[in-house]
């Protein structure tokens, strides 16, 4: 059937544009220049009458000569075009020429397009996903077979502190804080195994005190550590973190994720549109469900759907926190100001988020009197927003503002 349509519609367009091509004129009548000719004749010979009858005067006579010799001529340059126009071949061209594009369409489509393709009906494109579904490679597999990627540029003195709080790890391996940062800094290294490996270790301490973000994290180093494939294992950690928090938006992120890399946009749809409807516009995860869910909205069947209108959210503390700085010892205030500088830069690298935050923390880390580990967080910054030179403006300006440029 879809043969016989598509060869339908080129017959149909061949022929619209053939046909003006070939149509011409009947051979047998005169062209409308030739009728001119006799009556501007006809016209000559009644102003030779008019003089003999003596109806006008010669110079009147020799006027109206001279006009109508003039339409004489051009009338007759006239039907010598359109007599030209008659034998030229330039419509039997064009029709060859069609002919030929045509032909090199075909020939072109049968070379490099898939005419054998069979039809894919919805059924058997759920069958397929399913397919690619069951027969994930294993989270070794996948590790076995993930791209290697080049260290980020850190400075000697990182280095030296990462190894003393790898020392300290091995050394007191029940310590949950010192699993956070081990995972946390291993991630932001690169040695993307070994950050999964702290993770798990940390998730197995808290046990039933684990999390739905502890368990969400997991699932996203282990599916960083596959290469961005979402393993049974991740899927196991998401399936743990949306059980504990059904809200979770890291958590429903990856799991919409999971039904897009097997075929299932139909069901990723509507994860990712709750997600985005309910996530402000700095979430990690925002950009990328507001530029992809109006296609997925497509295949979903919804192609009337909008994104919500962004909502703009910073974190930072709130009101009771505020109120409780105000019986607090200088000290104090300094401990719990570190406290969400520490917060702030932990989830920044574990989950990512808007140039807005990096800025504040650049800006924060400074004011505390980290200025090295400011310059640390701005090189790191730089990195991942290279991509998107606007996004670097509110970060450099925070750089130039703290005096780190």
Same mark, same amino acid.
């Given at each position: 059937?879809?043969?016989?349509?598509?060869? /339908?519609?080129?017959?149909?367009?061949?022929?619209?544009?053939?046909?003006?091509?070939?149509?011409?004129?009947?051979?047998?009548?005169?062209?409308?220049?030739? =009728?001119?000719? &006799?009556? =501007?004749?006809?016209?000559?010979?009644?102003?030779?009458?008019?003089?003999?009858?003596? @109806?006008?005067?010669?110079?009147?006579?020799?006027?109206?000569? #001279?006009?109508?010799?003039?339409?004489?001529?051009?009338?007759?340059?006239?039907?010598?075009?359109?007599?030209?126009?008659?034998?030229?071949?330039?419509?039997?061209?064009?029709?060859?020429?069609? #002919?030929?594009?045509?032909?090199?369409?075909?020939?072109?489509?049968?070379?490099?397009?898939?005419?054998? @393709?069979?039809?894919?009906?919805?059924?058997?494109?759920?069958?397929?996903?399913?397919?690619? =579904?069951?027969?994930?490679?294993?989270?070794?597999?996948?590790?076995?077979?993930?791209? *290697?990627?080049?260290?980020?540029?850190?400075?000697?003195?990182?280095?030296?502190?990462?190894?003393?709080?790898?020392?300290?790890?091995?050394?007191?391996?029940?310590?949950?804080?010192?699993?956070?940062?081990?995972?946390?800094?291993?991630?932001?290294?690169?040695?993307?195994?070994?950050? *999964?490996?702290?993770?798990?270790?940390?998730?197995?301490?808290?046990?039933?005190?684990?999390? #739905?973000?502890?368990?969400?994290?997991?699932?996203?180093?282990?599916?960083?550590?596959? +290469? +961005?494939?979402?393993?049974?294992?991740?899927?196991?950690? @998401?399936? &743990?973190?949306?059980?504990?928090?059904?809200?979770?938006?890291?958590?429903? =992120?990856?799991? /919409?994720?999971?039904?897009?890399?097997?075929?299932?946009?139909?069901?990723?749809?509507?994860?990712?549109? +709750?997600?985005?409807?309910?996530?402000?516009?700095?979430?990690?995860?925002?950009?990328?469900?507001?530029? #992809?869910?109006?296609?997925?909205?497509?295949?979903?069947?919804?192609?009337?759907?909008?994104?919500?209108?962004?909502?703009?959210?910073?974190?930072?503390?709130?009101?009771?926190?505020?109120?409780?700085?105000?019986?607090?010892?200088?000290?104090?205030?300094?401990?719990?100001?570190?406290?969400?500088?520490?917060?702030?830069?932990?989830?920044?690298?574990?989950? +990512?988020?808007?140039?807005?935050?990096?800025?504040?923390?650049?800006?924060?880390?400074?004011?505390?009197?980290? *200025?090295?580990?400011?310059?640390?967080?701005?090189?790191?910054?730089?990195?991942?927003?290279?991509?998107?030179?606007?996004?670097?403006?509110?970060?450099?300006?925070?750089?130039?503002?703290?005096? @780190?440029?």
């Amino acid at each position: 059937m879809f043969w016989i349509i598509c060869a /339908g519609l080129v017959a149909i367009t061949a022929t619209a544009i053939a046909a003006p091509l070939l149509r011409r004129r009947d051979l047998g009548s005169q062209p409308a220049a030739a =009728y001119d000719l &006799r009556i =501007y004749r006809d016209q000559l010979r009644e102003v030779e009458r008019d003089l003999e009858r003596r @109806l006008i005067e010669p110079a009147e006579a020799e006027r109206l000569r #001279a006009e109508i010799g003039r339409k004489v001529l051009t009338a007759d340059r006239a039907l010598q075009r359109e007599t030209a126009d008659r034998r030229t071949p330039g419509g039997r061209v064009a029709v060859a020429v069609l #002919a030929l594009i045509l032909l090199g369409g075909a020939a072109l489509y049968a070379r490099i397009g898939a005419p054998n @393709l069979p039809d894919q009906p919805i059924a058997k494109r759920i069958a397929l996903a399913q397919q690619t =579904y069951d027969n994930r490679p294993s989270q070794s597999e996948a590790e076995a077979a993930a791209p *290697k990627r080049p260290p980020p540029e850190t400075d000697a003195e990182y280095r030296r502190l990462i190894e003393q709080l790898r020392m300290a790890v091995a050394n007191n391996p029940d310590d949950p804080q010192g699993q956070t940062l081990l995972a946390m800094h291993e991630q932001r290294l690169g040695n993307l195994l070994a950050a *999964k490996q702290a993770q798990a270790r940390l998730v197995a301490l808290k046990g039933d005190q684990a999390s #739905a973000a502890d368990h969400a994290q997991l699932a996203q180093l282990t599916i960083e550590a596959a +290469g +961005g494939l979402i393993t049974r294992d991740a899927e196991a950690e @998401l399936a &743990r973190a949306l059980t504990l928090d059904p809200r979770d938006g890291h958590a429903r =992120y990856l799991e /919409g994720l999971l039904q897009i890399q097997n075929g299932r946009l139909d069901r990723a749809f509507p994860i990712w549109a +709750g997600l985005l409807a309910e996530s402000p516009d700095n979430a990690p995860w925002t950009a990328t469900l507001r530029e #992809a869910t109006p296609d997925l909205a497509w295949f979903a069947g919804q192609p009337d759907y909008t994104p919500p209108e962004p909502r703009r959210s910073l974190p930072g503390p709130d009101a009771d926190a505020m109120a409780a700085a105000q019986d607090m010892t200088p000290q104090q205030r300094e401990d719990m100001v570190q406290g969400m500088v520490k917060g702030l830069e932990e989830r920044l690298a574990t989950q +990512g988020g808007a140039p807005e935050e990096w800025a504040r923390l650049i800006s924060a880390l400074v004011v505390i009197g980290q *200025k090295d580990h400011a310059q640390t967080i701005l090189a790191e910054a730089r990195t991942r927003f290279a991509a998107t030179p606007e996004a670097l403006a509110p970060i450099e300006a925070a750089a130039q503002q703290s005096g @780190l440029q």
